[in-house]
Structures are given as C-alpha cells and as structure tokens.
C-alpha cells in the first residue's frame, strides 16, 4: 500500500507561481509513475502532468504545457508540480496518483494510488 500525501496548495494572484509536493510512502516509489490531475467545481478530474520511474518521460496536458513541469526525487520519495504564469482556470483540486507499472500515462484509470488532494485557487 502506497500514501501519497499533497502539500503546496494555496490562493495566489494570476501570474503567480506554486510548487504542489507529494510525499509517497513506502520504497517501492522509485518504480512507481506519478501523475498530477486536477478537477475544478462541477467538472470532471482532468490530466495534467505525469513522470516515468526513471524521470525520464514526461508529458503534460495542452493547457498547461510551458508553464507546468514535473519533477521527481526518489531519494525523497516525493514529486513535484511547479506552476508557474498561474491563470484562474487553473483553480481546482489537484491530485496526485501513482502507477505500479511505472510507465507514464495520462490514463486516470491507470493509476494505483491517489491522494487527498490540495486546493489551488488563483484570483484573477
């Protein structure tokens, strides 16, 4: 069993920057893709960012592309969302969720694990 646990979260300007961590326990993180998603007030959760094992595969969603990047410490069984040039239409719940195969994917159905989630709110 994994736990993943979402810090980071907050309310900031239009423009701004945060940085979401999340913590994994357990030492099977390093074999384990991570994943960020976010779901918005009566939407449905979307993809946003994930990472392979190795951290060498990333990809992202269209609209966030440029101003998201995903990184990894497995020495710290923890990874990270950085977000900068934040837009109001990115204020929603974000998640973050691992997969045992290891192999990024933007496929929700994919994912293991998942956290509790951190509220992003961005005032325009």
């Known amino acids: 069993q994994v736990q993943l646990v979402e810090s980071g979260g907050g309310l900031v300007q239009a423009g701004g920057s945060l940085r979401l961590s999340c913590a994994a326990s357990g030492r099977s993180f390093r074999s384990y893709a991570m994943g960020w998603f976010r779901q918005a007030p009566g939407k449905e959760r979307e993809f946003v960012a994930t990472?392979?094992?190795?951290?060498?595969?990333?990809y992202y969603a269209d609209s966030v592309k440029g101003r998201f990047t995903i990184s990894r410490d497995n020495a710290k069984n923890t990874v990270y969302l950085q977000m900068n040039s934040l837009k109001p239409e990115d204020t929603a719940v974000y998640y973050c969720a691992a997969d045992r195969s290891g192999a990024a994917t933007t496929t929700p159905q994919r994912y293991d694990y998942w956290g509790q989630g951190t509220q992003v709110t961005v005032s325009s």
């Open positions: 990472i392979s094992w190795s951290g060498g595969h990333t």
